[in-house]
């Protein structure tokens, strides 16, 4: 176990539809990135935030958004979702050092996306 | 342009022996990070091993280390005395600096069988 939760673990919509998945991410750590993994794309990083700030932006859609909150829990928003959506979004934290080196990133279980 | 590249989709591996499992990446940006994680049939993310662009010694976790040869780019992972529960997909990935916008990059990945 991580320590990173991410809810909920499976979520299965229909096109044209919106929603929200939600990461907690480790105790202490300040910043959480959000990643995309399909058979076809491989695993894609999306974006991160550091203690509620936008920190970094990959190949994220304009139809996604994130948000970091106050409790430094995070929400990835998908909207006007597709088929080629459907996917594994995982969600990771990390904590950064006084020296400000990187630490490595624990994953949470992922949330599996199935747009029908 | 890859950025990271894992030449080898798949590798065997006899039970009890060692491993590598390349990985070159490109970068321009002087401070970065390098990890390697472990996604078992199961799909969480485990993280292995970190290595940072700085350091002086080769990163070891373990039956884990990395081959860090910066000049050429690579940083190898190394398993030894391997197990059957080694099996999985593994992943290695960057994480670049203030120069690289901070986003971190995945490698297509090397699926690792062991045999019994």
């Known amino acids: 176990d991580s320590g990173v939760t991410q809810t909920p673990k499976h979520l299965i919509t229909a096109t044209g539809q919106r929603v929200t998945l939600r990461c907690s991410p480790r105790?202490?750590?300040?910043?959480v990135y959000w990643y995309q993994q399909s058979l076809d794309q491989g695993l894609q990083f999306l974006i991160q935030?550091?203690?509620?700030?936008?920190?970094a932006k990959g190949n994220i859609l304009e139809r996604f958004s994130a948000q970091q909150f106050p409790d430094l829990h995070s929400e990835l928003n998908l909207s006007s979702l597709e088929l080629g959506d459907s996917a594994l979004y995982f969600c990771?934290?990390?904590?950064?050092?006084?020296?400000?080196?990187?630490?490595?990133?624990?994953f949470g279980p992922g949330t599996r996306l199935t747009v029908l | 342009a890859q950025k990271i590249t894992q030449t080898q989709p798949g590798m065997f591996v006899q039970e009890k022996e060692a491993v590598t499992l390349d990985c070159t990446y490109d970068?321009?940006?002087?401070?970065?990070?390098l990890f390697w994680y472990k996604q078992p049939s199961s799909g969480e993310m485990i993280f292995l091993i970190y290595?940072?662009?700085?350091?002086?010694q080769n990163a070891t976790e373990g039956r884990y280390s990395l081959n860090f040869q910066k000049a050429r780019k690579s940083a190898n992972l190394v398993i030894s005395a391997s197990q059957l529960g080694d099996s999985a997909m593994y992943f290695c990935?960057?994480?670049?600096?203030?120069?690289?916008?901070?986003?971190?990059?995945f490698g297509a990945g090397t699926r690792l069988f062991v045999k019994a």
């Open positions: 990771a934290s990390s904590a950064i050092t006084p020296s400000g080196r990187y630490n490595e990133q624990f």
């Open positions: 105790s202490g750590d300040l910043s």
């Open positions: 935030y550091y203690n509620g700030e936008e920190r």
């Open positions: 970068t321009s940006d002087p401070s970065y990070g």
């Open positions: 290595q940072g662009s700085y350091d002086q």
């Open positions: 990935a960057m994480r670049e600096g203030l120069a690289g916008g901070f986003k971190t990059i």
